[in-house]
């Protein structure tokens, strides 16, 4: 099963949002994920990768353990999943997009949120992965026809817009996106960078009415440095 890679709509809060925590009827997922990076022999096992996870980035405080194993497996991205599957979009097409292909649900993978002050959260995600797929991710573009779009999720409309910068050059390259959101009597903010490094993708994804491009970029870097040191 595959699975997208933080698609650009309100799901993204749910990702952000979500405290992983671990459990023993999780660990087969775990141990199958670190096989497939053995066996493939593309270099981190999804124990590696949640060695190398932000342990206390400047300004945040981790909520709860992280989560690791299979892509498809943690808790935040069934949950973002789910999510995405009961939301309606009045223009589908957005919702059909895969920017970059999509993420295989085995990926070896690791996951910690954390949360800051003004209602912020942040959360990283580490992938292992090939540099031609994690190249492809970087370099995809949102459409230009989903740069405004709206959400529904039971009776609750919320309407978006986007704002993406050029590739850029955190790590051996980067993109950053930003969703401006307004529904049901609120205004928020979601700002997400991804970036590759030595055989592996990683996400930094802020969310809450403050968040800004800025602390996303610079947490991306705290980030890069941390899993270069424990990866390299």
Known sequence: MAHRLLPVTLLLSTAVAATACGGDAERVGQVRGTARAEVAGIGHTSAQLAQALLQQPSGYRRAGEPDWGEYGSLKAIQNASRLQREAVLDKPSCGKARPGGDVAGDVPAALVSFTGAHGLTATETLMSMPAADAEKQVNA???????????????????????????????????????????????????????RGRRYLATITVFGPGATRADAERLAGEALAQADRVLS
């Not at 573009?141 to 409309?157: D, N, Y």
């Not at 390259?173 to 960078?193: D, K, P």
């Open 141 to 195: 573009r949102v459409p230009p026809g989903c740069l405004k779009f709206r959400t529904r999720v039971g009776s609750t409309w919320a309407a978006h817009k986007v704002a993406e910068a050029p590739k850029g050059e955190i790590g051996e390259g980067s993109r950053t996106v930003g969703v401006a959101t307004a529904g049901g009597g609120a205004s928020t903010r979601t700002w997400y960078v991804v970036f």
